[in-house]
């Protein structure tokens, strides 16, 4: 989900932030969340601290809670564990509702995140364990929506692969940009191929997430994920959307809920005839806490 290539000039200065956090994750993909304050500036070196599992608190990324709202949506920007900033996690957002729903603000809850806004909703509450939906807005395809260049791809539509296969790919931006990979088989050995490949290729003018994926019996699909700014992935929010929209755009699936399989369990993609998506699933909150200093310095 990260920014690569040099662009990092696209995002303002990083912000200053509290040191207590909140910790919740869906299906595996966990996120913190910390409000804007003075106790540390969330540099990448300083975010990667942070993130990092052993040394620090462990997690797939930071989002940032800014004082300043606009109107009535609060203001958002989000962090990578490498430190990198990026548009948008399905999950991020969805952990970021059970943030305001277990401090009690009422949903539905308007976000601006990245220039964009989504709405969120939580469903039910209990014990921790939040039901959360987002609406996504609507998904785009074709290389113009991931900023692919058009002559990276072969006459046939297809993107040569590492040792100049050709890959059937489907480019879904989300809010950020995703190529999700089909007919190639959904086994851990060929993700580590064509994700390590994909994710910094050098046609996608920001990177890409990656996705291998297959239609399922059940009208669904099933989904192995590899993040910019991450790697392998349990799960993903977005990844989710793009593959349900991969599916359906090209007949492997119909157009309404498409339920998504990853390692860390399933997520509901409700896709409409006019690729407007909203993003359904669990969320379990994991802790709350305060980072200490010298994680910090």
């Known amino acids: 989900m990260s ?3 040099g662009d990092t000039d696209r995002w303002p200065p990083p912000p200053a932030l509290s040191s207590a956090f909140f910790k919740a994750h869906g299906l595996g993909n966990d996120y913190l969340v910390l409000e804007e304050g003075e106790d540390w500036i969330a540099t990448p070196e300083a975010v990667a601290r942070v993130c990092e599992p052993h040394r620090g608190v462990g997690s797939d990324g930071v989002v940032a809670l800014l004082r300043d709202r606009s109107g009535d949506a609060y203001r958002l920007r989000m962090f990578n564990p490498d430190g990198s900033e990026f548009e948008r996690s399905g999950n991020g957002l969805r952990v970021f509702a059970s943030f305001l729903a277990r401090r009690g603000d009422a949903p539905p809850y308007r976000v601006l995140v990245a220039g964009e806004e989504v709405v969120m909703q939580v469903h039910g509450s209990r014990a921790g364990l939040h039901d959360v939906s987002v609406d996504l807005g609507s ?3 074709g290389p113009d929506a991931v900023r692919l260049a058009p002559e990276a791809l072969s006459s046939d539509g297809t993107l040569p692969g590492p040792v100049g296969e050709p ?7 989300v809010g950020n940009p995703h190529v999700v990979v089909l007919d190639e088989g959904v086994t851990e050995k060929r993700l580590a191929e064509l994700g390590p490949f994909l994710v910094r290729h050098p046609a996608f003018a920001h990177g890409t997430n990656v996705q291998l994926a297959e239609a399922t019996p059940e009208g669904g699909g099933r989904a192995l994920i590899w993040e910019r700014g991450v790697g392998r992935t349990s799960a ?5 959307c793009a593959v349900a929209v991969a599916l359906v755009t090209s007949g492997r699936a119909r157009v309404g809920d498409v339920a998504i399989s990853m390692p860390g369990g399933d997520l509901s993609v409700n896709v409409s ?6 993003l359904r699933g669990p969320v379990e909150e994991v802790c ?3 980072l200490s200093e010298p994680l910090l310095l």
């Open 3 to 5: 920014i690569e290539h």
């Open 139 to 141: 998904a785009r395809t």
């Open 167 to 173: 890959l059937r790919v489907v480019p879904v931006s």
């Open 236 to 240: 993903s929010g977005t990844s989710a």
């Open 273 to 278: 005839p006019e690729l407007d998506i909203v």
């Open 288 to 290: 709350v806490g305060v």
